[in-house]
Nanobody
Framework: QVQLVESGGGSVQAGGSLRLSCRAS???????MAWFRQAPGKEREGVAS????????YYGDSVKGRFTISRANAKNTLYLQMNSLKPEDTAMYYC??????????????????WGQGTQVTVSS
């Protein structure tokens, strides 16, 4: 069983940066991992995913060039560096771990374990 706890959310002005962290209770080195987000009244959206070793990363179109996903397996920690934040990035951000073969598509169904989320609010 893997438990995930996100941190690093907060309020920031447009153009600012935040770094989210996701700490796992167990070893997650064999899991693909990802970040998702969900804004009020909207469906959950895949933000970024990363391979087990960290060599391969994928991003949703809305965050390409602004967000960077990374992981430190020795620390059982996943990161999301968010730069050039926009008001439309406002959402609850969730980290997830899974073994789905289509993990690179950043779809919820490929991930088995989820954190409780951390809120990101970007003001204009």
């Amino acid at each position: 069983q893997v438990q995930l706890v996100e941190s690093g959310g907060g309020s920031v002005q447009a153009g600012g940066s935040l770094r989210l962290s996701c700490r796992a209770s167990g070893y997650t080195g064999s899991y693909y991992m990802a970040w998702f987000r969900q804004a009020p009244g909207k469906e959950r959206e895949g933000v970024a995913s990363i391979s087990t070793g960290g060599a391969a990363t994928y991003y949703g179109d809305s965050v390409k060039g602004r967000f960077t996903i990374s992981r430190a397996n020795a620390k059982n920690t996943l990161y999301l560096q968010m730069n050039s934040l926009k008001p439309e990035d406002t959402a609850m951000y969730y980290c997830a771990a899974g073994l789905g073969s289509s993990w690179w598509r950043i779809r919820s169904l490929d991930y088995n374990y989820w954190g409780q989320g951390t809120q990101v609010t970007v003001s204009s």
